[in-house]
Every structure is written in C-alpha cells, then in structure tokens.
C-alpha cells in the first residue's frame, strides 16, 4: 500500500505561484498513477491533475490548463504541482491521491489519499 503526504500550501497573492509535494512512502505491488483534487468550502472534491507511472501521461482540469504543471521524481518517490497564475478562485485544501495502475479523473477510483494541504489565493 502506498502512503501519500502533501505539502507546500500557504497563503498567496492572485497572480503568485506554488508549488506543491507529495511524499509516497510504501512498497506497491503494482505501478501506479498520482493525482491531485481539491475541495473548497461548501463545495465536493474536484478533479485538477493526474499523472501515469511513467510520467509521461498527464490529464488536467479545463481550470487549471495551462497554468498547472503535474510531475513526478521517482528518485524520489514525490509527486508535484507547480502552481502558477493563482486565482482566488483556487483557493482550495489539495489533495495528493494514488491509485493502481492508469490515470484517471475519478476521485473514486484513487485507493491512498493524503491529509490535504490547504491554498488560500487572496484578491
């Protein structure tokens, strides 16, 4: 089973950047592909980024296309989101997820989540 833990959230200004990680930890049996979702307040969780094991698959969200970037250091079992042209709009906890075998845009369909780290975009 894989164990996922994020970091790197804060409190930015809108037009700013960050970068996100997430720290895999665990011996899976089977290759598996990463995501990150977000949840604002009052709202359910969203799809934003997923990449394949090898890295060279990545799907995002119609929001955040162009502006987030998914990648992933096997070297060192770390998954990121670099952030760029924050909006307050993606203020948001972030959540890292894995799950067996390919990507996917599914929330359901991820086994390991992690804490979640949280995104504040100020106006």
């Known amino acids: 089973q894989v164990h996922v833990v994020e970091s790197g959230g804060g409190l930015v200004q809108a037009g700013g950047s960050l970068r996100l990680s997430c720290a895999a930890s665990?011996?899976?049996?089977?290759?598996?592909?990463m995501g990150w979702f977000r949840q604002a307040p009052g709202k359910e969780r969203e799809f934003v980024a997923t990449i394949s094991w090898s890295g060279s698959s990545s799907f995002y969200a119609d929001s955040v296309k162009g502006r987030f970037t998914i990648s992933r250091d096997d070297a060192k079992n770390t998954v990121y989101l670099q952030m760029n042209s924050l909006k307050p709009e993606d203020t948001a906890i972030y959540y890292c997820?894995?799950?067996?075998?390919?990507?996917?845009?599914?929330?359901?369909?991820?086994?390991?989540w992690g804490q979640g780290t949280q995104v504040t975009v100020s106006s």
């Open positions: 665990g011996k899976p049996s089977v290759v598996y592909a």
């Open positions: 997820a894995s799950r067996s075998g390919w990507t996917s845009t599914q929330a359901a369909a991820y086994d390991n």
